[in-house]
DNA sequence: TATGCAGCCTGTAGCCACTACAGGGTCAAG
DNA sequence: CTTGACCCTGTAGTGGCTACAGGCTGCATA
């Protein structure tokens, strides 16, 4: 299959698959007459792999390692289990984050009366230090 | 105050302020006769807005709006209301994807019983399109 | 007075994970 | 024989910084 074909199969952007090709996370594949690049299903497998992962969030290097562990099955699955461990801990810590973050603009947002912009409560909000809490 | 004392003022790093300065989000400052920045009140509480700003999540480009809102104190203040509310939108939005993906990746983490990667449950779900949930 | 070192300056390049061209070649249909 | 979809390489841009390289300034100490 070409290029075209893959990135509709797969819902890839062309540009990133030539891109994946390049930083060597996909191998190259054979070429046409025309060098016209030619995938086949080993190919479609692994950019699958790849996409389903990094909509999970995981890093490219993070997916090399996971490539890697997947093309030699005879490995201890540990370091797997290690990195998509960690991830999680990762993707936990970024909902706290931006659940505090969250809270912090409903306040602010809650207080403007449409009034100028000299009086507003959002941009005098911002202003603060953070400590607009207990300050009045 | 010099760019360090400016920098430790605020949390910010030296050469952040540099590129704030460069990309016009604070003014360029008087300088010495030692061609050194020389910071007063006015450019520490616009560097404060910003970084606050930043803290939330807010673009560079929100907050170029937002200080422009806040120079000018006689303008309508629902643009930052709007500007508030639609980032607080993202950023809800950004927590349920984080959540969803936080559930897939409890699933697939909890399956490692730590074999062989050729059995791993994590490479294999990662490998799959998603459709694991009713398949076996 | 010499010397060292912290701090400042400009300018450029790197980070991540793409994305978007420019400028060209190839191929099948009409 | 032309049109238009598709493919190729290579380079530059995105956001928001961060990290140098290579050089200047200012102050304390020996």
Redesign the pocket.
Known sequence: ???????RATG????????????GLLPP?A????????YDGGHRARLSF??HS?DLG??????RSLLDLSDHPDRDCSEADRIATRHLQQVEEKIAQLSALRDELQRIVGRCRGGLAGDCRVIEALGDHGQCEGAH
Chains 1, 2 share one sequence.
Do not use: H, Q, W
């Open positions: 299959m070409k290029i075209g074909e893959l990135s890839t952007n062309i540009e990133t698959i030539r891109y994946y090709e390049r930083i594949p070429r046409t007459d025309a060098n016209y690049r030619s790849v996409r990094r995981f890093t490219i290097e993070e997916i």
